[in-house]
C-alpha cells in the first residue's frame, strides 16, 4: 500500500521514494522503460508496486552505459541480462582501446614536442589493426633484406617479432626523442615522426 492508500503511486511520490528526478521518470516512461499502470481522469500517470524496483534496474543499466533499445529487452524478457552485459562490456572495451590510443597519440605528442604536420601519420599508425602493423614489420624486414638470399633469416625474424597489445600498458611511457622511426618501412612515417603510439616492435 502506498502513502494514499491505494496499490497506485503518482509520479511525484515515485520520484520522492526512488530519488529519481520527475523529468527522468517520465522520459523513461516515454520510452517504454516504465509503463504506468494506470492514469488518473485527468491524465496523470499512476505506476504500480513494481515500479520502484523496476526503476533501480533501469537506473543501474544507464549508469552502466547500456541503451535504451537494450534495457527495454531486457524488461520484455526479450534478451537476457547476460547477453546484454557481455555485449555492453564489448562495447566499453572497445571505447576504452580507443580512447587509450587516444591519450597515447597526444601524450606522444606532449613528450616530442611534434609538430602539427607529424601528427595525421602518428593518429593513422594509432589506427592501424595487428594485421596492418605485422605488414608493417614484414616491409621492413623485406626492405632490409632485399637482394639477400636468406628466406630462412627473415622467417626467423618474422617469427621472433613480438606481439604487441593493440595500446600501450598503463603506466607506460613513450619512448624519448632517439627512439627510430618509421622511415625504413615502405608505409614510411615524415622524418621526425617517431615514436608511433601503438608501435608493432
Known sequence: ???????????????????????????????????????????????????????????????????????RAVLRRERTLADTAACSADALDAQISALRAQSAVLRAVAVRGSAAEELPQMTRLARQTAGERRRIVADAIDDALRGIPAPSYRGGLLAATPTCPRTPPPNSSPPGPNWPTWSMTRNSAPPGAGWPPTAPV
Open 1 to 71: 500500500m502506498y502513502e494514499d492508500g491505494t496499490e497506485l503511486l503518482p509520479i511525484g511520490a515515485l520520484s520522492r521514494l526512488t530519488g529519481i528526478p520527475v523529468k527522468t521518470i517520465r522520459n523513461w516512461s516515454d520510452q517504454d522503460l516504465l509503463p504506468p499502470a494506470a492514469r488518473t481522469p485527468a491524465g496523470y500517470r499512476l505506476y504500480g508496486t513494481d515500479a520502484p524496483d523496476r526503476l533501480e534496474i533501469v537506473r543501474s543499466l544507464r549508469e552502466l552505459g547500456v541503451g535504451t533499445a537494450a534495457i
